[in-house]
Structures are given as structure tokens and as C-alpha cells.
């Protein structure tokens, strides 16, 4: 019924230029607001590009089309990676990215399903998204619909009991429909994964709760991104899960691995130069 | 001569049965339970309609997520376990997965207040009411008996947005006949009345009314209201029962300020003040007992409200 309006699925070297511009939108919309998450967002940047540009199945003219694909950031902090890609794909004006934290604005701190039409859940209270991703996984198996449902999560999030409740389920549920996405930039706000809270084996864990693992070595290379994604369509009778080794800060110099910029907006002069770098 | 009236079914077992009915009304209801289903009786959907009961484990968080997720597929959820561990231990999901995107998910605490008896405190719910109204746009409901509580699950299938319902343990006195309808936000006038109000709910209506019966010999005219919905509360009859009556009585099987009580004198003291007393759990936790003896000991009974009568009609 939309199928006109769906989103043309850019290939591999577009989605590394598309990447590149979305990268430029998250630093110039943090500096705008002088708020806001790079760290995270710049982190999963080609995950969330290639899900929009590549992957999903969605038409940004009608955000409610039934039979959409499904993404849920679940770690809520990233949104101007989300933002970025949904406003490059058409579901609103890019101009409107500028509006980004500010009040009367649809674009807010963390992602809300009443402000913008197009967001899938409310997030921001980590640890809620992959519960969300189950719900919706099952009433598509439920009601023979073929949507298939993404839900990105950070590693710092996996503290959250609530994700461990989740993967439980849906490796119980069989919820070959369903994909997550771990967003593995070894830092989360106060530090290092490693020493806060570390998370020993991933592919481990998630294999012991049922799921299927993919671990991308470089969750920032577009092709092992896209490669992951494919794979995932592919298996049966199994949730997949997609361990992806990222950067956090990636593509900006001084954010590279620097967790200052978990939750900091660059300086008008730092602005100019990430802006120099992302060519 | 005492009030008479009849012991109906649990709230909780009208629910399970009620559920059934609206599971085949509504193709797409899903019910979820972390289970507790033998309990919540949702069991009863889940022996008509396996395809469609989902047990999540012990997992309220996850549950309420999940619930989240089936409205966005195209369902309408109904999920349920003990209200304490429904609200309690899903308050966060409730209000960012549920209330913030205002998502038409069905709630069901059973087991509610003290009545549930000899479990004690930990499976006691007496804050659910409290943090169920806290959330934006949430609809409350707390039915006393069978019939009500039948209504308003088929009403609540039908009402578009996040509803909270509230059923008991222990059987219920009959309040209501076949027939009577509910509508959300409106209360119901159960016995008219010219010197005071008593507002209750749960199993405090039944004990409203034979406090008003008690005191009718003493020449005491009592009004009884069954405010079942909470939330959105019906100001203009609390507004009218206090113009009329003078003064106002909250009963309820819940701790008093966060729940009924709290609601109703916010709109008493906005509209029409008059003096108020309230009978609920007096912050404190309860403990292990008999159902009749821990509404005796809590002061959740007739003779309370009689007595709270008396105190407040000094007062006006």
C-alpha cells in the first residue's frame, strides 16, 4: 500500500557517505543544544545508518504502516544518531534537527512516541527496550505478521536486570523475527565497562539464554554492519543477537575513546573541528 | 436488625471469568501473566485461549514491556499478577513503556490491600492505588464486587488508553444486581443521604453501607458513594455530596493520603470545603493474619467509619 514511498536501500559505499553526514548532524545538533550524548550516538553510528538507509523495511511518509519493520533505541541517550537518520530518510524536515533539547520542540532529550511520530517507545529509563522488541516480535508471530523488529542496546545497559529477563524470553520464544543489537563502546557514564560493571563472555551469555550470536569485530565498518544484519534475516528458530565492537566518540578525534564526551557538547572551537574531520 | 446482604464471587474470579468473555469478544486481546495466573485467574483466559496467554516467568518488568510491545503490533494486552508486585515491581516500566506513550495496556493488581491475609506484608498491596494515580492519564479503577468487576473488565477492553485495575482475594459482598452499567469517571450513588458521605471502595463499600444502616437507628442520615473510579475521579459528585451533606468520609483498603482519601480531599478542598475523615491503613505496613481479623485490627470495618460518623459531624 506505501511500498512506493519506502526508503531506497542505499548500498554499502552510499551508506559510508550517508554515515558520514549523519555523523555531522549528531555533532552540529549536541553544539546547537549544548546538550546532549556524542559519545553513544557517533558510537552506533552505522548501525542505526544502515538499519534506516539499508535494512529496514519502514516508509518515513507513513510512520504507522502496519506492516513496518520495527526499531526501538533502547538506550534512549543516542537519539541524535535515531534523529539524524529519520529526518535523512524523510519522516520530518532536517532543518527540524536544530530544534534538538529545546522546548516546544518534537525533537526532545530522549526519544518519545507522543512528541514524534516514528519513534517506537519511550526511551531513556535504560534496560526496557528488548521487553518492548519481544511484545512486538510476538504479536507478529501471533497475527502472521512478517515485520521483523531491531532493538539496539548499549553495554553499560546490560547491567539492567530487566535485559536479562528479556533475552531469557525471547530465547525461549524461539523469536527468529527478532534482532538485538549490542552497541559494545566499552564505556558507559562513569567509566569503563571494565571496571564498573564488566560483562566477562557476551557471546557466552547471550548463547546461554538461546540466542543466535553474531560478534562483529568492527562495529564501525559499514560492510561487516550490513553483512550482520543480512546473516540475522537468514537464521531460524533462534533470536539473533549482534555483538558489535564499536568506538565510542568514533569519527571525531578527540571523542575517539574519550569518555568526557559521554554526555558533553563541544566547544564552538571543537565543533569546527570535528566538523573539518568528518569529510 | 443488621444489613443483609449476599457474599458474591472474589473480584479476582470475576475478573478470570470476565476475561474469557472478552477474549471472545476481542480477537485481539492478549493476556500475559508472570506467574501467577492459579492466583490472578487469568488462568481461565489461558485454558480458553492458549494461543493467546503468554506466562512471562517471574518477570513483572519484562511483562509490562512486553504488553508495551503488543499494543504496537496491533493487540490490546491485558496483563496481571499480585497488585504489589504488578505496580511495585513494574513501576518504572509502567510509567516509561506504558504512560509516558499513553499505550492502551490493560493492568490487573490482584490480591489487593490486607484481605489477602495470612501471605503478610510482602504480598500486601497498599501503595498500588497511589502509584497508579501518580502516572499522567491513567485510568484507576477498583471494583467491589462481582457484577462491577465484570463490568468494567468489558469496559476496559473497549476504553482506548492505560487502565489500572484493582481486584481482591477474599469473596465480595454482593453490591450490585445484573444490569447496573459503569462508566469511567463516574461514581455511583449507592444510598442517598443528608448528613454525611461516606466515598469507598473495595471491600470498604460494603462496610459503608452497613455503617449507614447502623446509624440510620441513631437518626444519623448516611450517603454512600462506590467511587470505583479512582481515576479520573468524578469531582462533580464529590463536589455535590459535600455541598449537600457537609461532610465527607474516604474508606478504603489502601494507606491513607496516597490513595482514595488524598484524591478526594484535593477536590473537596478546591470545590467545597467541609470537614473530613478518612479510614485506611494508617501509615504503616500490616502482617500475617486471618482476613477478619486484620480488617478488625486495622480499623478497616463498620464500627470504624460508625465511629469516624460521629467524629466528624462534631466538626461541621
Same mark, same amino acid.
Given at each position: 500500500?506505501?511500498?512506493?514511498?519506502? *526508503?531506497?536501500?542505499?548500498?554499502?559505499?552510499?551508506?559510508?557517505?550517508?554515515?558520514?553526514?549523519?555523523?555531522?548532524?549528531?555533532?552540529?545538533?549536541?553544539?546547537?543544544?549544548?546538550?546532549?550524548? &556524542?559519545?553513544?550516538?557517533?558510537?552506533?553510528?552505522?548501525?542505526?545508518?544502515? %538499519?534506516?538507509?539499508?535494512?529496514?523495511?519502514?516508509?518515513?511518509?507513513?510512520?504507522?504502516?502496519?506492516?513496518?519493520?520495527?526499531?526501538? %533505541?533502547?538506550?534512549?541517550?543516542?537519539?541524535?544518531?535515531?534523529?539524524?537518520?529519520?529526518?535523512?530518510?524523510?519522516?520530518?524536515?532536517?532543518?527540524?534537527?536544530? *530544534?534538538?533539547?529545546?522546548?516546544?520542540?518534537?525533537?526532545?532529550?530522549? &526519544?518519545?512516541?507522543?512528541?514524534?511520530?516514528?519513534?517506537?517507545?519511550?526511551?531513556?529509563?535504560?534496560?526496557?527496550?528488548?521487553?518492548?522488541?519481544?511484545?512486538?516480535?510476538?504479536?507478529?508471530?501471533?497475527?502472521?505478521?512478517?515485520?521483523? *523488529?531491531?532493538?539496539?542496546?548499549?553495554?553499560?545497559?546490560?547491567?539492567?536486570?530487566? +535485559?536479562?529477563?528479556?533475552?531469557?524470553?525471547?530465547?525461549?520464544?524461539?523469536?527468529?523475527?527478532?534482532?538485538?543489537?549490542?552497541?559494545?563502546?566499552?564505556?558507559?557514564?562513569?567509566?569503563?565497562?571494565?571496571?564498573?560493571?564488566?560483562?566477562?563472555?557476551?557471546?557466552?551469555?547471550?548463547?546461554?539464554?538461546?540466542?543466535?550470536?553474531?560478534?562483529?569485530?568492527?562495529?564501525?565498518?559499514?560492510?561487516?554492519?550490513?553483512?550482520?544484519?543480512?546473516?540475522?534475516? *537468514?537464521?531460524?528458530?533462534?533470536?539473533?543477537?549482534?555483538?558489535?565492537?564499536?568506538?565510542?566518540?568514533?569519527? +571525531?578525534?578527540?571523542?575517539?575513546?574519550?569518555?568526557?564526551?559521554?554526555?558533553?557538547?563541544?566547544?564552538?572551537?571543537?565543533?569546527?573541528?570535528? %566538523?573539518?574531520?568528518?569529510? | 436488625?443488621?444489613?443483609?446482604?449476599?457474599?458474591?464471587?472474589?473480584?479476582?474470579?470475576?475478573?478470570?471469568?470476565?476475561?474469557?468473555?472478552?477474549?471472545?469478544?476481542?480477537?485481539?486481546?492478549?493476556?500475559?501473566?508472570?506467574?501467577?495466573?492459579?492466583?490472578?485467574?487469568?488462568?481461565?483466559?489461558?485454558?480458553?485461549?492458549?494461543?493467546?496467554?503468554?506466562?512471562?516467568?517471574?518477570?513483572?518488568?519484562?511483562?509490562?514491556?512486553?504488553?508495551?510491545?503488543?499494543?504496537?503490533?496491533?493487540?490490546?494486552?491485558?496483563?496481571?499478577?499480585?497488585?504489589?508486585?504488578?505496580?511495585?515491581?513494574?513501576?518504572?516500566?509502567?510509567?516509561?513503556?506504558?504512560?509516558?506513550?499513553?499505550?492502551?495496556?490493560?493492568?490487573?493488581?490482584?490480591?489487593?490491600?490486607?484481605?489477602?491475609?495470612?501471605?503478610?506484608?510482602?504480598?500486601?498491596?497498599?501503595?498500588?492505588?497511589?502509584?497508579?494515580?501518580?502516572?499522567?492519564?491513567?485510568?484507576?479503577?477498583?471494583?467491589?464486587?462481582?457484577?462491577?468487576?465484570?463490568?468494567?473488565?468489558?469496559?476496559?477492553?473497549?476504553?482506548?488508553?492505560?487502565?489500572?485495575?484493582?481486584?481482591?482475594?477474599?469473596?465480595?459482598?454482593?453490591?450490585?444486581?445484573?444490569?447496573?452499567?459503569?462508566?469511567?469517571?463516574?461514581?455511583?450513588?449507592?444510598?442517598?443521604?443528608?448528613?454525611?458521605?461516606?466515598?469507598?471502595?473495595?471491600?470498604?463499600?460494603?462496610?459503608?453501607?452497613?455503617?449507614?444502616?447502623?446509624?440510620?437507628?441513631?437518626?444519623?442520615?448516611?450517603?454512600?458513594?462506590?467511587?470505583?473510579?479512582?481515576?479520573?475521579?468524578?469531582?462533580?459528585?464529590?463536589?455535590?455530596?459535600?455541598?449537600?451533606?457537609?461532610?465527607?468520609?474516604?474508606?478504603?483498603?489502601?494507606?491513607?493520603?496516597?490513595?482514595?482519601?488524598?484524591?478526594?480531599?484535593?477536590?473537596?478542598?478546591?470545590?467545597?470545603?467541609?470537614?473530613?475523615?478518612?479510614?485506611?491503613?494508617?501509615?504503616?505496613?500490616?502482617?500475617?493474619?486471618?482476613?477478619?481479623?486484620?480488617?478488625?485490627?486495622?480499623?478497616?470495618?463498620?464500627?470504624?467509619?460508625?465511629?469516624?460518623?460521629?467524629?466528624?459531624?462534631?466538626?461541621?
Amino acid at each position: 500500500m506505501s511500498a512506493e514511498t519506502l *526508503t531506497k536501500k542505499l548500498s554499502v559505499d552510499e551508506l559510508i557517505k550517508e554515515a558520514v553526514t549523519v555523523r555531522r548532524d549528531i555533532i552540529e545538533m549536541i553544539a546547537h543544544a549544548n546538550s546532549g550524548h &556524542p559519545g553513544g550516538s557517533l558510537s552506533a553510528t552505522e548501525i542505526v545508518t544502515a %538499519l534506516y538507509f539499508n535494512i529496514l523495511n519502514h516508509d518515513p511518509k507513513n510512520p504507522h504502516w502496519e506492516d513496518r519493520d520495527r526499531f526501538i %533505541l533502547s538506550k534512549g541517550h543516542a537519539c541524535p544518531v535515531l534523529y539524524s537518520c529519520m529526518a535523512r530518510t524523510g519522516y520530518f524536515p532536517v532543518e527540524e534537527l536544530k *530544534t534538538f533539547r529545546a522546548i516546544n520542540s518534537r525533537i526532545q532529550g530522549h &526519544p518519545e512516541v507522543r512528541k514524534l511520530p516514528g519513534i517506537e517507545a519511550s526511551t531513556g529509563s535504560l534496560g526496557q527496550g528488548l521487553s518492548i522488541g519481544i511484545g512486538l516480535a510476538l504479536g507478529a508471530k501471533l497475527q502472521g505478521k512478517n515485520y521483523r *523488529t531491531y532493538v539496539l542496546t548499549g553495554d553499560g545497559e546490560l547491567d539492567e536486570g530487566q +535485559v536479562w529477563e528479556s533475552a531469557l524470553c525471547a530465547g525461549h520464544k524461539a523469536l527468529d523475527n527478532l534482532v538485538a543489537i549490542v552497541d559494545s563502546n566499552k564505556f558507559q557514564l562513569d567509566g569503563a565497562v571494565k571496571d564498573i560493571m564488566p560483562l566477562a563472555s557476551l557471546p557466552d551469555k547471550w548463547n546461554a539464554f538461546g540466542w543466535n550470536v553474531i560478534e562483529i569485530e568492527d562495529g564501525n565498518n559499514m560492510q561487516q554492519v550490513v553483512d550482520a544484519f543480512e546473516k540475522a534475516e *537468514t537464521v531460524k528458530g533462534k533470536p539473533t543477537v549482534i555483538i558489535a565492537n564499536t568506538i565510542k566518540g568514533k569519527g +571525531v578525534s578527540y571523542m575517539e575513546n574519550n569518555n568526557e564526551f559521554h554526555g558533553a557538547a563541544p566547544t564552538p572551537e571543537q565543533l569546527a573541528q570535528a %566538523l573539518k574531520e568528518l569529510v | 436488625m443488621a444489613l443483609e446482604f449476599k457474599l458474591g464471587k472474589a473480584t479476582r474470579d470475576a475478573y478470570g471469568e470476565a476475561l474469557v468473555e472478552v477474549g471472545q469478544e476481542h480477537k485481539n486481546v492478549v493476556v500475559l501473566d508472570s506467574d501467577l495466573s492459579k492466583s490472578t485467574k487469568s488462568i481461565e483466559f489461558a485454558k480458553k485461549f492458549p494461543e493467546r496467554f503468554v506466562n512471562c516467568g517471574i518477570s513483572e518488568a519484562n511483562m509490562i514491556g512486553m504488553a508495551a510491545g503488543f499494543v504496537g503490533s496491533g493487540m490490546i494486552p491485558f496483563a496481571s499478577s499480585f497488585a504489589s508486585f504488578i505496580m511495585c515491581k513494574g513501576f518504572d516500566q509502567i510509567r516509561m513503556s506504558v504512560a509516558n506513550p499513553h499505550l492502551n495496556v490493560k493492568l490487573v493488581g490482584s490480591h489487593s490491600g490486607i484481605s489477602l491475609g495470612e501471605d503478610g506484608a510482602s504480598q500486601q498491596s497498599i501503595e498500588d492505588i497511589g502509584l497508579a494515580c501518580s502516572l499522567p492519564q491513567m485510568t484507576v479503577l477498583v471494583p467491589c464486587d462481582e457484577t462491577s468487576t465484570k463490568s468494567l473488565t468489558h469496559l476496559m477492553a473497549k476504553h482506548e488508553g492505560p487502565v489500572y485495575l484493582r481486584t481482591g482475594r477474599p469473596k465480595a459482598a454482593t453490591i450490585y444486581k445484573d444490569g447496573d452499567t459503569f462508566e469511567i469517571g463516574k461514581a455511583k450513588l449507592l444510598r442517598d443521604g443528608k448528613d454525611v458521605t461516606v466515598i469507598a471502595i473495595g471491600l470498604l463499600v460494603i462496610e459503608a453501607l452497613i455503617a449507614a444502616d447502623q446509624l440510620e437507628a441513631e437518626g444519623i442520615s448516611v450517603r454512600v458513594v462506590d467511587m470505583f473510579c479512582v481515576k479520573p475521579i468524578d469531582i462533580d459528585m464529590i463536589a455535590k455530596c459535600a455541598k449537600e451533606t457537609g461532610a465527607i468520609i474516604t474508606a478504603e483498603e489502601h494507606l491513607i493520603g496516597a490513595g482514595l482519601s488524598g484524591h478526594v480531599a484535593q477536590v473537596v478542598a478546591q470545590t467545597t470545603p467541609v470537614p473530613m475523615e478518612y479510614i485506611g491503613i494508617d501509615d504503616t505496613y500490616a502482617e500475617s493474619g486471618k482476613p477478619d481479623e486484620l480488617l478488625d485490627k486495622y480499623g478497616l470495618r463498620a464500627k470504624n467509619i460508625v465511629d469516624a460518623i460521629h467524629k466528624v459531624l462534631k466538626r461541621k
